[in-house]
């Protein structure tokens, strides 16, 4: 203020313009008091004003630092809003987008809009014809309804009828299965295939005896006694010894019996064998078993059990890998062994003179093998039994099932065969037996061809 009333005093002064006499001083005094008194109170004013300004000045500084604060907050919120709005276009084209193809899909709807009311329509059509027959169907449900309970109670009775045959179908097929009686082969095929085995037997013992030279001459004793104990196990002790005591060497015709014999003993073993890989016991086991279902059951039964136990037989007893070529060597080394005891001559090793007759020897085996699957495994409406007499089981004669092949020179001596044992077999016979209601039928099929001891 003080500054103020001095610049307000020094302007008066130097305003207030020189005068000439002491006269008017006072009024300039005056009119300079009344000068200072309004600079004073203009100083005041001014004073006053300048605080009202440094106030003010004050007030737009704190306004200004409010404005700034607000601005960096605006600058912020304007960051957010950018980013915002950047969202938001991005969301309106998104949105665009979808309004497009809302615009498509309402496009596509109003087509499938424009086809289901003309499918409507065809179904009204179709409704208003469905009526038509909607009411004959309502005039036959009371026909139906009728006949429902009729219905339901028969298909409980057919359901009942269903089930019931369905267990005895099962119950009758797992009967036919095991009372299957159809044959795989006929009669008469085994019949012609035991014939042409007694005719393969035949021509290999007539080749190895007309190939064989025969001599007076035997082995020694140790060799001889073990040469015919071997015949004898087969043929029994006496076509064994006459084999070892009778000259072979200008009527050859025992040995050929003896080779026959031997052959045909073989034949049969291997036929009557439940499988030929089974020992004696096993064998005769399942021979017994079979015997006595036989006696005690029907034909079916016995014979569909033979069936399946000759099957299993041959898994369980497990032959060597090549049984025909086995059966067939031991063939070979038993007729050498007739041979041997009957005085051949330069027979050699068993291996180097059975080569010459390995083959037929194997057509034996084979052909043996197959009669025995055939009375074994293929025919079950009958049981095929082998005659086949040998001195070793000290067989009588029985003129219904054998054939003696000395009858005419028996005739001529007037010699009675009753009684009479058989030395040799010669050709396998063949019977038949079936049981039909308890009773067997047996029938001969082929007789044996036999020697007798006494001829």
Not at 218 to 230: G, I, P, S, T, W
Request: proline fraction near 2%; glycine fraction near 4%.
């Amino acid at each position: 203020m003080t500054a103020i009333t001095t610049m307000l005093i020094g302007d008066a002064s130097s305003a207030v313009p020189p005068t000439s006499g002491s006269v008017a001083a006072p009024t300039e005094r005056d009119v300079l008091q009344s000068q200072l008194a309004e600079a004073t109170q203009k100083a005041q004013d001014l004073e006053k004003m300048s605080k009202r300004k440094s106030e003010k000045i004050k007030q737009l500084k704190d306004d200004f630092a409010a404005l700034e604060l607000d601005n960096s907050r605006n600058t912020k919120e304007n960051s957010r809003l950018t980013i915002r709005l950047d969202e938001l276009r991005s969301s309106r084209e998104r949105g665009e987008r979808q309004r497009t193809e809302l615009v498509r899909e309402r496009e596509y709807l109003k087509h499938l809009h424009t086809q289901k009311e003309e499918d409507v329509a065809k179904l009204q059509a179709a409704l208003k014809e469905h009526t038509h027959v909607h009411a004959e169907l309502e005039a036959s449900q009371k026909a139906v309804a009728k006949l429902t309970h009729e219905l339901q109670h028969l298909k409980l009775a057919h359901s009942n009828t269903e089930s019931l045959l369905a267990t005895r179908s099962a119950e009758l097929r797992e009967a036919q299965a095991f009372l299957d009686k159809s044959d795989a082969v006929s009669y008469g095929d085994v019949q012609r295939m035991l014939e042409h085995l007694n005719e393969q037997i035949f021509q290999l013992a007539a080749l190895v005896t007309d190939r064989t030279p025969f001599g007076d001459g035997r082995l020694q004793d140790r060799e001889l006694d073990a040469v015919h104990a071997k015949v004898a196990r087969w043929l029994g002790c006496p076509i064994a010894d006459m084999l070892a005591q009778a000259s072979h060497a200008e009527d050859p015709t025992w040995a050929q019996v003896g080779l026959q014999a031997m052959a045909v003993e073989l034949a049969a073993w291997i036929i009557n064998a439940w499988d030929v890989g089974l020992d004696d016991g096993q064998g005769a086991l399942l021979t017994n078993m079979h015997q006595l279902l036989f006696e005690k059951e029907s034909q079916a039964i016995s014979a569909r059990w033979r069936v399946l136990s000759r099957r299993c037989a041959k898994e369980l007893a497990r032959p060597p890998a090549d049984v025909v070529a086995e059966a067939a060597a031991h063939l070979l080394e038993s007729l050498h062994c007739v041979l041997r005891l009957s005085g051949a001559r330069a027979l050699g090793t068993r291996k180097s003179w059975g080569a010459a007759f390995a083959d037929k020897a194997r057509d034996i085996v084979v052909q043996s093998l197959a009669v025995q699957k055939a009375i074994g495994e293929d025919v079950a409406s009958a049981d095929f039994q082998l005659i086949c007499p040998s001195a070793a089981g000290a067989a009588l004669f029985d003129e219904s099932s054998m054939e003696d092949l000395n009858a005419r020179k028996r005739d001529k001596l007037r010699k009675s065969r009753d009684s009479s044992l058989v030395l040799c077999t010669t050709d396998i016979g063949l019977r038949r037996c079936e049981k039909v209601e308890g009773q067997v039928n047996v029938a001969v099929v082929a007789k044996a061809k036999v020697i007798l001891k006494d001829c």
